[in-house]
Each structure stands twice: as structure tokens, then as C-alpha cells.
């Protein structure tokens, strides 16, 4: 992480779109030299002082680390929603839960005018313009993903969205050049457990394992069931695939920072 490029961005603007999405809009010349990648999923680590830390951003984050574990800045991966390079502005959203989570928590209380420190870009997927149907499944921490993802789907393609939010009120304004048909599932009034939920529903889709590829992002159980359905289930090969659990229901982003790799090496001996 210390040898990406670091970056300051200055909020200027804050915007709630639904009640558990914010967005944030960073410019100003801590961001010159900022090099957008060509990636869909793009995503910087956001760098957070902890409370108490004797230091704010700009800061060294070599030297910030030589002080006590507690005192580290804590990194969050973000997706980048948009780079408009006229502006030079980046913009964020945030998943909040209230007073819960560092990023979530920042992103509450921002105003114009704060700053936040951050090193990247970096990515791994864009949707490949030749496939017939783009598939995408996840939460409310995908929704910036699966957003950027699909302004990049050609004209003529199918755009198949299945998306986890809190209720209907979480639903978000979703925009594609190509043919778009959004699934929502609403969390507080579903029957069944949210994996099971979102499994069902891409088993209701017209998909062909042969003309599809999938982007399955988000929560981490919610993931590791669709994945399962997609390879075992539809038979779609592994390289027509990107999944990637964000994060872990009961666990903080500490803890499943801890476990993630032997947790992904299981799920892949999985299927």
C-alpha cells in the first residue's frame, strides 16, 4: 500500500443519494496527478486517522506507522464512482450505518472544505463489449460498481441487475446504453435468508452460461451462494466470472481483513 501514489482530495460537495448511500465529491490540488485506470471496478484505499491519532491528513503514512498499531491509519477500498478530468474531481459513495463503521461514520459528519487522504486507483474489470449479457449481483456496497459498470455495457447487450438493498427507499436511479432490467430485493421484507433470496432470483433470469458474464460483488455469504450457483449450478466457466466479498456480515473490517484469504482459498477449492 505505501508505494501507490497518495493522493489528498478536498470535499466539495455532499449528497445523500437514499438513506444509507452518501456521496462525496473530492477535488483540488491534492489530486493532481491522479491517473484514472480504464477498469469499471476501479477502486482507491481511503486512509482514516484513527480517534486520538496525532496526526491528520496530509500526512506521512511510513511515518504514521512507526507510532503504536492502535494509532495506524486505517485503510478503506472505495470504488471510485466517477473521474471527471475536466475537474478534477473524484467522486465516492459511502455505505452508512449511522454512527457504525469508520468510513460510513466520516462520510456522515463530511463538509466542503475536509479533507481525505488516499493512495490508488487500481482495478480488475470492465465489462467485455462483445458478450450478450452482463450480469451483475450485489448489495448496497456494490451499487457504485455495478453503476460505473454498467454505463460501460454497449448498446444491443443485455444488463441484468440483482440488487440487495434495506427497502425500497434504498432503491437507486440506475443508467445503462444498454438493455436494462433491474431485480430489487428488498432486506426487511424478505422470507428467506438474503443469499437464498438473491440465488432465487438469478435463477429466475433467461441466462445462457455460454453468453454471460457475471459480476458478483458485495457481501460476503451473499456472494459465495450466487458464485456457487453461477459455476455449479449454470456451469459458467470460472474465467467469465468476478467475484469479490467487500466485506462480512457480523465481523468488523479488522477482523475479516484477518481471515479473508483463507476464506477465499475455501471458497475456490469450493466449485
Request: with cysteine.
Amino acid at each position: 500500500m505505501s508505494d501507490a501514489p497518495k493522493h489528498v482530495g478536498r470535499v466539495r460537495r455532499v449528497e445523500r443519494l437514499t438513506p444509507d448511500l452518501v456521496r462525496a465529491t473530492l477535488g483540488g490540488p491534492g489530486l493532481a496527478g491522479f491517473e484514472p485506470v480504464p477498469w469499471t471496478d476501479a477502486y482507491v484505499n481511503l486512509l482514516f486517522p484513527p480517534p486520538g491519532a496525532p496526526y491528520s491528513a496530509p500526512f506521512d503514512v511510513a511515518e504514521a506507522r512507526t507510532l503504536e498499531r492502535h494509532r495506524w491509519p486505517l485503510p478503506r477500498r472505495f470504488t471510485v464512482r466517477r473521474w471527471d478530468t475536466q475537474r478534477g474531481e473524484l467522486t465516492v459513495d459511502f455505505v452508512t450505518h449511522g454512527e457504525a463503521g469508520t468510513a460510513g461514520r466520516w462520510a456522515q459528519q463530511a463538509q466542503p472544505g475536509d479533507l481525505l487522504q488516499l493512495q490508488g486507483p487500481s482495478g480488475g474489470y470492465r465489462p467485455d463489449p462483445d458478450v450478450a449479457t452482463h450480469l451483475f449481483v450485489g448489495d448496497e456496497s456494490a451499487l457504485p460498481a455495478i453503476a460505473a459498470s454498467l454505463e460501460a455495457v454497449p448498446e444491443g447487450r443485455r444488463a441484468l441487475v440483482v440488487a440487495l438493498v434495506a427497502s425500497p427507499a434504498g432503491e437507486l436511479a440506475l443508467s445503462c446504453p444498454g438493455k436494462l432490467r433491474v431485480t430489487w430485493l428488498h432486506r426487511r421484507t424478505l422470507d428467506r435468508p438474503a443469499a437464498d433470496a438473491m440465488v432465487a432470483a438469478v435463477r429466475a433470469l433467461d441466462l445462457d452460461a455460454a453468453g454471460t458474464h457475471g459480476f458478483v460483488h458485495g457481501e460476503a455469504s451473499q456472494t459465495r451462494a450466487v458464485r456457487r450457483h453461477l459455476l455449479g449450478g449454470l456451469g459458467m466457466a470460472r474465467e467469465r466470472l468476478s467475484v469479490s466479498p467487500y466485506w462480512r456480515r457480523t465481523m468488523t473490517d479488522e477482523d475479516w481483513r484477518v481471515v479473508k484469504e483463507d476464506w477465499l482459498a475455501e471458497v475456490d477449492a469450493e466449485v
